[in-house]
Every structure is written in structure tokens, then in C-alpha cells.
């Protein structure tokens, strides 16, 4: 057995972090740039988009690495419309055949099928109703594993079948326009 020091020996150094003597850090670099890491290398697909790989030879367990991500000025702006963009039911002249369109329906009423997740039941209701009784579920649970969260994070499928199906009526087609200003911008945000 190893022997990893008497923890009763203990004593705290008022200068700086220290712990037992038995144990060795090696800290490669601090604050390096992104080049002269030796534990990961960043991979840059496009200008709002960074992977980060590990070398799994220098990135053994227990070893530590902090990142810090800055969003673009394209994302900056993204989120500056979403947190102004507002929603006002009274601008779109809705009737209440309209709104069962927006939040329900089903392929039994003569709407397109309800939305699929892959590996994923059906929903129940073509209209936001339907999802927003999943989004509901991932939110309170914080259930980022869900189905519908990695739908979400994988690509812009969900957003464009919303205003798709909007977009099938006249009556809705404005409130799908307006829909899709924010959506687009959501769209741009890291996932």
C-alpha cells in the first residue's frame, strides 16, 4: 500500500494552497494560450465553433484543466435580440380556431404527424402545447440527457417544423415569422 502522509500533520500555510507533502502537482502551464497546451488541443471548425481534444497520454485521471470561452461578437449580438424581442398576442389578430392550431392539434385532425424524437415517443399535440410539456419536464428536472434537450443541442429541426407549421396558415403565418426572428437567433448560440 501506498503511503499518502498523516493527514493530523497537516498545517495551513498562510501564503499559498498547500496539502500533504506526499502528493505532487505538475502544472504544466498557467494561463497558457490555447496553442501550448500539452493536456488538449483546440480544434476550430468555423468562427463560432471550437472543439476542445484531450491527449489522452497527458490527460491522466485526476488531471485538471479550467477553459475559458468567450462568445463571439455574432452570439453577443444573438442574445442582445433574444433578450429584447418580445411577444404580444393581441398584434396577430388570432381567433380561437387559431390558437387551437398554435398550441394543439393532432395528425387526427388533419395537422401534419406531431414532431419525433429519435428513440423517442411521439408527441402527442403537432402544436407548442406539445412540446412545451417536454420542456417542462427538462427544465424541472435539469435533464440535459433528455431526448429532447439533444435534439435541441444537435441541430434546428424542432425550430424549423414550428414555423413550418405555422407558416401553413395565413392566419398564423405572421405570428410564424415573428417566431422564427427569435428562433434564428437561438440558433446561433452555442448548444
Known amino acids: 500500500?501506498?503511503?499518502?502522509?498523516?493527514?493530523?500533520?497537516?498545517?495551513?500555510?498562510?501564503?499559498?494552497?498547500?496539502?500533504l507533502p506526499s502528493f505532487k502537482v505538475k502544472i504544466f502551464n498557467s494561463n497558457a494560450e490555447p496553442k501550448a497546451s500539452k493536456l488538449a488541443k483546440?480544434?476550430?471548425?468555423?468562427?463560432?465553433?471550437?472543439?476542445?481534444?484531450?491527449?489522452e497520454f497527458q490527460?491522466?485521471?485526476?488531471?485538471?484543466?479550467?477553459?475559458?470561452?468567450?462568445?463571439s461578437e455574432r452570439q453577443i449580438a444573438a442574445l442582445k435580440l433574444l433578450n429584447e424581442w418580445q411577444f404580444n398576442?393581441?398584434?396577430?389578430?388570432?381567433?380561437?380556431?387559431?390558437?387551437?392550431?398554435?398550441?394543439?392539434?393532432?395528425?387526427?385532425?388533419?395537422?401534419?404527424?406531431?414532431?419525433?424524437?429519435?428513440?423517442?415517443?411521439?408527441?402527442?399535440?403537432?402544436?407548442?402545447?406539445?412540446?412545451?410539456?417536454?420542456?417542462?419536464?427538462?427544465?424541472?428536472?435539469?435533464?440535459?440527457a433528455h431526448p429532447l434537450a439533444m435534439n435541441l443541442r444537435q441541430g434546428a429541426w424542432l425550430s424549423d417544423y414550428i414555423v413550418s407549421r405555422l407558416h401553413q396558415r395565413t392566419s398564423t403565418k405572421a405570428l410564424g415569422e415573428h417566431l422564427q426572428l427569435a428562433l434564428r437567433q437561438v440558433d446561433l448560440l452555442p448548444r
Request: charged share 25%; hydrophobic share 35%.
Open 1 to 19: 500500500a501506498q503511503a499518502y502522509g498523516d493527514p493530523e500533520k497537516w498545517t495551513r500555510n498562510d501564503k499559498f494552497i498547500n496539502g
Open 42 to 55: 483546440i480544434v476550430q471548425s468555423d468562427v463560432d465553433k471550437a472543439e476542445i481534444h484531450f491527449d
Open 59 to 71: 490527460f491522466l485521471p485526476s488531471s485538471v484543466i479550467a477553459v475559458e470561452i468567450c462568445l
Open 89 to 144: 398576442a393581441e398584434q396577430f389578430d388570432l381567433n380561437l380556431s387559431d390558437v387551437n392550431f398554435i398550441l394543439f392539434r393532432c395528425a387526427e385532425e388533419g395537422d401534419p404527424k406531431p414532431y419525433e424524437l429519435p428513440g423517442f415517443e411521439k408527441f402527442t399535440y403537432s402544436g407548442l402545447y406539445g412540446l412545451m410539456y417536454h420542456l417542462e419536464k427538462v427544465r424541472n428536472n435539469q435533464d440535459q
